[in-house]
């Protein structure tokens, strides 16, 4: 398969734009309310013109409800009709290979050509859930990792060599295969999807110092496969935009406190607006907040947009997955739309 870019570009950023969504559960709000919510965004993107809708894997965290992407992911490609869906991602260690090409290989076969098999190497949670969650004692990682995400790919078409123990099977459904993206935020993420010969999407949105250096490693050292003839990658970005500078900075304070909280370790909720308006946080938290928050796009549609076209020019990326944290839902379906119109997204006809 080619190395062309699959789906149409913004014309002021250049590529492609995705949607992250991790169906965040507000203080105000419920689990329930949370997905339905990430089903209409979905919608609601899909109209705007952005090529995919992806959901990540996490687990026992009150403010994600997301902790079973293809789950999620059936509901939302049933809600809509041309955009790609898929898991940004699927963490391996959690599952046996065989699973997730049964569940995938359903999705295809339900909603062929729309479905991307997003897989990580994390557990999505902390390390008392990840032991919950684990099928055997250890991390799979490394070498392990490699072989889970191979036998994965065989699952779909049965291929197992002569003297495989899994010889003569295969999964059901299987044969056509969602493209696979390898996602990461490391070197090592990187050099596995070179090898392989496969999409790579890197996690900027939470791990900027590494974003060049990955990048490097997967184009330098990229293998050509079945699936894709020359390096792919993509980078996730959050971004928080509305009509204002100011306006989109007030919203940014829901993310802020969100992440001191995390600092604390303190399991909730995200914040309401006027509950982060209203908490009071020391020097140290709010020196702490904005770094985390340098790896936003934070700003008015002109200003997001020409950060998002600088970010492509440093990176050569060949798309862009938009993210971010909002607790009020007409905010975030606002900020992709002023972002959607300012790069130039043909809109779909309804």
């Known amino acids: 398969m080619p190395a062309t870019n699959e789906l149409p570009s913004a014309t002021a950023v250049g590529v492609p734009l995705a949607v992250l969504d991790l169906a965040s559960v507000a203080s105000d709000a419920t689990p329930r309310e949370a997905l339905l919510r990430s089903t209409e965004l979905a919608r609601s993107v899909e109209a705007l013109g952005y090529g995919r809708f992806w959901v990540a894997e996490h687990h026992t ?7 079973a992407p293809e789950v999620l992911l059936a509901h939302v490609a049933t809600a809509t009709t041309t955009i790609r869906v898929g898991s940004a991602g699927v963490m391996l260690p959690n599952h046996p290979p065989l699973m997730v090409a049964e569940r995938f290989g359903m999705l295809e076969a339900l909603h062929p050509g729309r479905i ?64 696979f993206w390898l996602l990461g935020s490391s070197g090592f993420s990187a050099q596995v999807a070179a090898v392989l010969g496969q999409r790579f999407s890197f996690a900027y949105h939470f791990a900027p110092d590494h974003l060049l250096p990955a990048l490097t490693l997967y184009r330098e050292r990229f293998s050509p496969s079945d699936d894709l003839d020359a ?12 009509e204002t500078d100011e306006e989109a900075s007030r919203l940014a304070r ?16 995200v914040p309401t607006l006027e509950e982060a308006e209203a908490a009071e946080l020391d020097p ?53 739309a002023l972002v959607a119109r300012a790069a130039g997204l043909s809109p779909i006809p309804t």
Not at 135 to 160: H, K, M, N, S, Y
Not at 231 to 242: F, L, N, Q
Not at 257 to 266: F, I, T, Y
Not at 286 to 305: C, K, M, N, Q, W
Request: charge should be negative; include cysteine; aromatic fraction near 6%.
């Open 61 to 67: 965290m009150p403010a994600v409800a997301s902790s």
């Open 116 to 179: 991307d098999l997003g897989i990580g190497r994390a557990p999505g949670t902390d390390q008392r859930t990840a032991g919950a969650l684990r099928r055997a004692e250890g991390v799979i990682d490394g070498p392990a990792f490699v072989d889970e995400v191979q036998e994965l790919a065989r699952w779909f078409t049965g291929d197992f060599p002569a003297g495989h123990p899994y010889a003569g099977l295969a999964a059901v459904p299987g044969g056509a295969r969602p493209p």
């Open 231 to 242: 390096p792919y990658a993509s980078m996730g970005v959050s971004v928080i935009c509305a």
């Open 284 to 336: 140290r938290e709010e020196a702490f907040a904005a770094h985390r928050l340098s790896t936003y796009v934070i700003g008015a549609p002109d200003r997001v947009v020409a950060e998002l076209a600088e970010l492509v020019r440093r990176t050569d990326v060949q798309e862009l997955v938009l993210t971010g944290l909002f607790s009020d839902p007409e905010a975030q379906r606002r900020s992709y």
């Open 254 to 269: 829901v993310p802020a406190l969100a992440m001191v909280r995390m600092a604390r370790n303190e399991r909730l909720p």
